[in-house]
């Protein structure tokens, strides 16, 4: 079956660097978008990135343009998401997920596989 597993989160200190990954196995995904959200507690989830597995066209949220990116590694399987200059507000559980559609959509409800999350803590 579809699996998504990321890694990658920890605890930084603000200004700090952290790279999540997420590993996809169960299916091809080069037809697929891959996206990455999160969810502070008490706030619902939030889009943050996505990239298409055959061209790589990317799409950031604006909180985090400039100090995220997103990219992909083809024949792992594997998309990353490299988190620069990090800040307190970027504290929150983070999500990998996968959109047959690819569709390039910033809402959860277009995509179709998830994993189970990774803490990241941003501390100030």
């Known amino acids: 079956q579809v699996q998504l597993v990321e890694s990658g989160g920890g605890l930084v200190q603000a200004g700090g660097s952290l790279r999540l990954s997420c590993a996809a196995s169960?299916?091809?995904?080069?037809?697929?978008?891959m996206g990455w959200f999160r969810q502070a507690p008490g706030k619902e989830r939030e889009f943050v990135a996505v990239?298409?597995?055959?061209?790589?066209?990317?799409y950031y949220a604006d909180s985090v343009k400039g100090r995220f990116t997103i990219s992909r590694d083809n024949a792992k399987q594997t998309v990353h998401l490299q988190m620069n200059s990090l800040k307190p507000e970027d504290t929150a559980v983070y999500y990998c997920?996968?959109?047959?559609?690819?569709?390039?959509?910033?809402?959860?409800?277009?995509?179709?596989?998830w994993g189970q999350g990774t803490q990241v803590t941003v501390s100030s």
């Open positions: 997920a996968a959109d047959r559609g690819a569709t390039m959509s910033s809402l959860p409800s277009r995509y179709d596989y």
């Open positions: 169960g299916r091809t995904f080069t037809s697929y978008a």
């Open positions: 990239i298409t597995w055959t061209t790589a066209i990317t």
